[in-house]
């Protein structure tokens, strides 16, 4: 039986083998089989790092870096994460972490921590104004900083060269007529009128003020306007006040005709005996300015008179008065309360008449 001829996969020479072998034959020796299998298997590239040619295996062609060793891996690895920053003090560049840049908000790098120390450290400079030595921080002065020792030289400093521009120019004040110094610029602006905070608080205060003519003594003064709303400020002050309450007259309510007393100087003023009489009187008034709610219905009119004449005088009780307590109370013990309550008053009323000089026996309930 003859041999068969085949040509070889790889040095591609001819060579004979038995036929039964020729379909599983492809080289012609073993040494043409390992290096066929070799070139397949492995291949010649650039290393990225080094520039240096190497083999590497085709099946690992999917990693994301060129490299020959794993040392060139390590430095393709590094300058991925890494970057090249300059050191705040010395301006010497080194290496830092892309993540530790990105979260440093200041950008303010250190390559030792020598350098960190000098940066903060405290740096010895001269006053521009009273020519001291102080101690300040070293940014301080790169940010155009650190010239006075303290906030009242660099005053006193911007207002020296201020002074040699401008000069000042004499005017009255508006309140006293004093005479004062001014710049022109306030001046042109409209400030510096007043030589004090005094006059200024007074000049204010005036603008804000109504004149008023004593009841007692009829004397003028003046009064805030926001404060008349709320009171009457018929009297110049506690002593007139004091002087007027000695002199009472006596007048009849306008809503239920009884008679009461009130001081001479509200007289002209007074009209009603009672807050609830007052409510009464000045109901139609407010309906008909249309402001306030309706205080009372005629029913509730009715039933509030009637309650003011039969009812206890003592406060939250709506007992009916009784001839026991003379016809003032529902009660002895409410009778006495109410007489320890008028003791009460007349006493401190005697006491503020005594502070002033003034004898606090006329126009005083029994």
Known sequence: MGMAKKKCKYCKKTFSVRPQWASERKYCSRKCMYRDREERAWGFDICDQC?????????????????CSLRCYKKLLYKETHMEVACTQCKGEFDIRKKEFNKNNSKVFFCTPGCMKKYYSEVTRKCLYCKKK?????HFVRGGGGK??????????KIKK??????????????????????????????????????????????HRVLRVCAFCTRPFTVIKSILPFSSHIYCSQKCSGEA??????LKCA???????VAEGRSEIAKYCSRICADIGEQ????????GRKVYTP??????????????GFPLCLEPRTPLAGNFACCKYHWLRLRVALYLQRRTREKIFRKAGLDSSAGLNP
Do not use: M
């Open 299 to 312: 029913e509730l009119l009715k039933h509030l008179l009637e309650w003011k004449e039969n009812t206890c």
């Open 245 to 250: 309450l000695k002199k009472r007259v006596v």
């Open 51 to 67: 520039d240096k040619e190497y083999f590497y295996k085709k099946r690992n062609r999917g990693r994301k870096y060129n490299y």
């Open 134 to 138: 102080f101690v300040i921080k070293p």
């Open 255 to 261: 809503t239920c005709e009884t008679d009461f007393e």
């Open 162 to 207: 201020y002074k040699k521009k401008n000069k000042k120019k004499k005017i009255l004040c508006a309140w006293c007529d004093k005479i004062i110094w001014r710049y022109p610029s306030q001046i042109n602006t409209g400030r510096g009128k007043f030589c004090s905070h005094q006059c200024a608080d007074a000049s204010r205060s005036e603008k």
């Open 148 to 157: 006075y020792c303290s906030q009242n030289c660099y005053h006193k400093h």
């Open 284 to 291: 139609p008034r407010r309906e008909s300015l249309g402001f």
